[in-house]
């Protein structure tokens, strides 16, 4: 569509910020100049470092909730998995287990659990929200009925070194944990633009009905997806294994909100279709940086949250809006 | 399966599974009323003790929060839309930290001024979330989580640390008053509201702005004034929810809400409420929170390690969502889109 320069200046921004997240680039490039004016150590590389790091574990988490939000699911099985994944690593690495051996175990424990999810949701046409949750709670149960939640294990001395803020990649300064959310964000985005994988999962979350006579087997992309989801939340746990050092029952307990936050800061929408992993990388880093500022002016723990919630408000309204009633007659 | 006998309350030319189907549609209580007497049922075998009046009181007032947390989550799903309230827990938290901190140490803690003041707070609120949502045109589940965080913050700066309160009547609320559970007070109130509720006019609004929004809309029903009443509703409920917890806790304390969250909404899907929304109520909401609360009494009485407790309630709400699915229950108009 040529553009209408008749039309009023709001609509237009909104039409541009549908196509590119004009809004959240200008929100990061902010609020870090704001942190880097106003607080003395906020642009030095060690602090820039704690938040790439930081913002890996959110994005990564955020990478699988993208995907299913975008198929138009949500997951709320996230920091249940994630306190698997992390409970399990520390407990199975303090048993002498070989890494690979663990990882493998997770992550294949952890596509199992997604994609029943994928499959439960889709099949029956109960609500993602209820099945992850009931999921979840499966999960979560489980794992600390089998480690009774009394997890001293440890892990391989490398590994805390790959999630440690000071670590170097080839004598370059780079967290090697940002260096694996980097290649997973290039890897995410190959796939969901350059390949029938990313046509059918698009075409899933516009409209399934449409997709179901275009051939594409959307049971086949909801179990994918869901999949792809619990496998992210796990790496994520296991890196969080690396971070904390033991495995801590709570941990993946933020990421419930967080994770959905980063997705719709970053501006993907929840009725599915209509995003992109790298605005949620967008979103994550925006979280990031803002309660590091937060924290850096020492608010308190319940102003972030206030301000937190006002910023999605904020943010969704200039984008993520429903279509009136009127116009869906 | 077309041979129904003479003697059966299945009408003649109706397969058993499409009359089960329409029952369960008509009556989305039954399967967690069902569950409800089974577990009673297997807490007493274990328990003996679990069903003597004595104890009745108590185990009621433990019970009446999350009942609440489940029916003040219930309307905004019947009003559809992709209706949810995730600010119902955090709305929850600060009516109890209204009541404790602000309200019982400045004399306003009489019940007669403290609880229309909390709800009319709760019913704020919730309009609040309604306005977001009907008017503002903000997904449902994007604007409450906005609001739960806002909620979550103040809650945590009224009360950053546990306050004890000293003795007050909320106390009675979650035992005895004048021999009859307090809890009969709140939920007892509240599902008995229900049932003249469902004689008004608004309430058929509610179902109908639930199954087909654009359909009601198009009849000449405010839509808009509808969901913000339904959200306004939730608010209030999740008012007395609060009062019901302070009865429990005698305290102000955060901790304590963001368990109520998750297993709100669970309630609510094991009470047979559709998520689309059009479907459901209030008497199935607090049927589903019995029926989490007995399953955890009951894993509790046979000495099972507290996490299996956790496992145990999500396999009965996969179980239960998914044989809900199977008969029709849930969002009838997904199956017909898969043809």
Not at chain 1, 213 to 238: K, N
Not at chain 2, 33 to 47: F, M, P, R
């Amino acid at each position: 569509m040529i553009a209408d320069y008749t039309r009023p200046l709001i609509a237009r921004t909104q039409e541009t910020q549908r196509r590119f997240p004009l809004l959240q680039i200008v929100a990061l490039i902010a609020l870090f100049l704001w942190g880097t004016l106003s607080l003395p150590a906020f642009a030095q590389r060690s602090s820039i470092d704690s938040m790439l790091v930081l913002a890996s574990f959110l994005g990564i988490a955020a990478a699988g909730q993208t995907v299913v939000i975008l198929i138009g699911g949500i997951d709320l099985s996230v920091p249940s998995i994630i306190t698997g994944g992390n409970l399990m690593t520390t407990l199975l690495g303090g048993k002498h287990w070989s890494f690979g051996a663990i990882v493998a175990v997770i992550l294949g424990t952890a596509a199992l659990v997604g994609a029943v999810n994928g499959y439960l949701a889709h099949h029956h046409g109960v609500p993602a929200l209820i099945i992850t949750l009931g999921s979840g709670s499966v999960v979560v149960g489980s794992v600390l009925a089998g480690t009774h939640a009394s997890v001293y294990g440890s892990v391989p001395g490398w590994f805390t070194r790959f999630v440690s803020p000071a670590s170097t990649v080839a004598g370059l300064h780079v967290p090697q944990v940002v260096v694996l959310w980097i290649v997973l964000t290039l890897v995410i985005g190959v796939v969901l633009h350059l390949t029938g994988i990313g046509r059918r999962l698009y075409a899933t979350g516009a409209n399934e009905r449409a997709a179901q006579l275009a051939l594409v087997r959307t049971e086949l992309v909801w179990v994918g997806a869901f999949a792809t989801s619990a496998v992210f939340s796990a790496i994520t746990g296991i890196l969080l294994g690396a971070w904390s050092g033991t495995g801590e029952q709570s941990i993946g307990d933020p990421y419930l909100f967080l994770s959905i936050a980063a997705v719709i800061v970053g501006g993907t929408s929840l009725i599915g279709a209509r995003g992109d992993y790298w605005r949620t990388v967008l979103g994550s880093l925006i979280l990031i940086v803002l309660t590091t500022n937060l924290v850096g002016h020492s608010y308190s723990e319940a102003t972030q949250q206030i301000v937190l919630g006002l910023i999605i408000l904020a943010v969704v309204g200039t984008y993520g809006r429903d279509r009136a009633l009127r116009d869906r007659i | 399966m077309t041979s129904a006998s003479s003697v059966s309350i299945v009408p003649p030319g109706v397969s058993v599974r499409a009359w089960l189907a329409s029952a369960a549609r008509e009556y989305t209580f039954v399967f967690s009323l069902v569950l409800t007497i089974a577990l009673v049922i297997a807490n007493t075998v274990v328990l003996p003790s679990f069903a003597s009046w004595s104890q009745i009181p108590g185990e009621l007032g433990t019970l009446a929060p999350f009942a609440l947390a489940a029916m003040a989550s219930t309307p905004a799903i019947l009003v559809g839309g992709g209706g949810i309230d995730l600010s119902i827990a955090p709305l929850m938290g600060l009516s109890n930290v209204v009541l404790v901190i602000a309200l019982l140490p400045h004399g306003l803690g009489n019940p007669a001024i403290a609880v229309p003041l909390l709800l009319l707070l709760g019913g704020l609120i919730g309009a609040i979330n309604g306005v977001l949502v009907a008017v503002l045109r903000y997904p449902p589940v994007i604007a409450t989580l906005a609001v739960y965080f806002v909620l979550g913050g103040i809650d945590l700066r009224l009360a950053p640390n546990p306050v004890n309160s000293y003795p007050h009547w909320t106390a009675e609320l979650a035992t005895s008053l004048w021999h009859v559970p307090g809890t009969v007070l709140t939920v007892g109130v509240v599902l008995l509201c229900w049932f003249f509720f469902r004689r008004t006019a608004y309430y058929g609004s509610l179902l109908a702005v639930g199954d087909d929004d654009v359909a009601a809309f198009s009849a000449g029903v405010d839509v808009a004034a509808v969901r913000i009443l339904a959200y306004a509703l939730g608010g209030v409920l999740a008012a007395v929810g609060g009062i019901a917890l302070t009865g429990t806790i005698q305290s102000a304390d955060i901790t304590v809400w963001p368990s109520f969250v998750l297993i709100a909404l669970a309630a609510v899907a094991l009470g047979g409420t559709a998520l689309g929304g059009g479907r459901g109520g209030f008497l199935g909401s607090a049927l589903g929170a019995t029926a989490v609360y007995l399953i955890q009494t009951l894993l509790a009485a046979l000495g099972v390690d507290v996490f299996y407790v956790q496992v145990a309630f999500g396999a009965v709400l996969l179980v239960a969502v998914v044989a809900g699915s199977q008969l029709g229950r849930t969002s009838p108009m997904w199956r017909e889109a898969r043809g």
